[in-house]
């Protein structure tokens, strides 16, 4: 008779039970659901300020408690990223939905669990010194203008700068608006006759002078506005919206830079509605993402004239096509050499 000295039968395979041993469940054995919570009761926001992992966003809903003036409660909501969104990032500008405490308490402390589809995305690459790797850099959702902001003097204006910041805005679909400050310093017709053939819109302003046509350009719209330090974004802002309490710098003497006072985005509400978006100084802009077609695409009485070129013409050599396209007469030649700055200033910065 088989067995063991107590008289039980041996255990043999697939006859282990619970009694027996604790057997853990092999990889995959309890499959995950792909299936994630609709979160019905989200609210939405707009993300106006990034700080450390905590997203600070715009809440408005409808007010219950008086349905017969259906007024809106506004308030901030400060958030963390929900885990099920994974490395998606969150951005100024992000339009998100949001769960949790929404009350807008000083310790309340909210999930954002969804990022809503955006318009549009303004990006730079990592850093103009390494900018080889290509990897993107998300800086502000959902803008609709790019105000580049420079100074006519003090410091002087960097057309490279400018050029990579335009070469941005047409890879995002932003319209670009050209800010001139301190024209009381330095005269703009230079600067302006250099841009004319691109068709930028400008406006040219002062410290203390009014600003009725900027706020034009801003009034109901979304706008991001980028430049370098010391250019007097921060003046601009503060004259744009009286609390926002920018830092203002000052511009060393010995280098002709400015000091990064804005050390993140932030998005301010005009009060003749609208928003802009105040953005950190930039030293360089990165733009190893973005390629010769991108760039080529916002210059559609150019493309034309690019059928004779030769495969993977960079448009700067002496075999593109574009030259006797635009001998014959079919384009501007200020165009085409507007064309060509902006590829080459894709390059890193010198």
Excluded at 21 to 44: F, N, Q
């Amino acid at each position: 008779m088989g067995g063991d000295a107590g008289g039980r039968r041996p255990l043999r395979k697939r006859e282990y039970d619970e009694d027996d041993v604790r057997v853990r469940p092999g990889k995959g054995s309890r499959p995950r659901t792909r299936i994630r919570p609709a979160h019905d009761d989200a609210v939405e926001g707009f993300v106006v300020a990034v700080d450390r992992g905590r997203y600070t966003s715009l809440v408005e809903s409808p007010d219950r408690g008086n349905r017969k003036k259906r007024t809106a409660a506004r308030r901030l909501v400060v958030a963390m990223k929900a885990r099920e969104l994974g490395r998606k990032g969150i951005v100024v500008g992000d339009r998100v939905a949001i769960v949790g405490d929404v009350s807008g308490a000083p310790d309340a402390l909210a999930r954002i669990v969804r990022v809503e589809p955006r318009t549009s995305m303004l990006r730079r690459s990592a850093d103009d010194t390494d900018d080889t790797d290509g990897i993107e850099r998300p800086v502000v959702a959902n803008a609709d203008q790019l105000v580049i902001v420079t100074a006519l003097a003090e410091p002087p204006p960097r057309p490279r700068m400018i050029d990579r910041i335009l070469v941005a805005a047409f890879d995002a679909d932003i319209e670009p608006l050209l800010c001139l400050t301190k024209s009381d310093l330095a005269d703009a017709g230079e600067l302006l006759a250099l841009y004319r053939p691109l068709g930028v819109p400008h406006v040219v302003v002062h410290k203390g002078g009014e600003l009725d046509e900027l706020r034009a350009h801003l009034d109901g719209r979304v706008s991001v506005l980028v430049g370098h330090s010391g250019v007097g974004k921060s003046t601009l802002v503060n004259a744009l919206v009286p609390d926002a309490n920018r830092a203002v710098s000052h511009v060393n003497a010995v280098t002709g830079r400015g000091r990064h006072t804005s050390t993140s985005a932030v998005a301010l509400e005009l009060p003749g509605g609208g928003w802009i978006i105040d953005t950190p100084g930039v030293r360089s802009f990165g733009l190893a993402h973005i390629s010769t077609e991108t760039v080529l695409a916002s210059f559609p009485d150019l493309i034309e004239g690019t059928v004779h070129c030769p495969k993977g013409c960079t448009h700067l050599g002496p075999d593109c096509a574009l030259d006797a396209w635009v001998t014959e007469g079919n384009a501007d030649p200020a165009r085409l050499a507007s064309l060509r700055r902006l590829l080459t200033t894709r390059d890193p910065e010198e």
